[in-house]
């Protein structure tokens, strides 16, 4: 099933923060673009092509899973990180 152009256009900052946030915990938990691929059993083109600023890259709800398992995080908080980047680190305790 192909995405209409208004839901492209509707969920596209989605996708591009979601990949920001896949890639800013990808760096804190120390791990290459190589290493997060093979723990999510995908291609490591395909994580670049995720986290590519200002790229709206859409991918599988089990690709997503995958990613969040290999962070060690879960789906729920990882979609929060992409979606209130400040209310999340605001709320970091120390």
Known sequence: MCMSKET?????????HLGIAISALRKMRGLSQEQLAEKA??????IS??????????FSLEVFFNI???L?????DL???????????????D
């Open 49 to 58: 092509s995720i986290e590519a600023p200002g790229i709206a890259r859409p």
């Open 8 to 16: 492209e256009f509707k969920n596209r900052d989605r996708y591009v």
């Open 68 to 70: 969040a398992d290999a």
């Open 72 to 76: 060690e995080i879960d789906p729920a």
């Open 79 to 93: 979609i929060s990180a992409s979606v209130f980047p400040d209310k999340i680190i605001s709320s970091r305790k």
């Open 41 to 46: 059993n995908v291609s490591r083109s395909h």
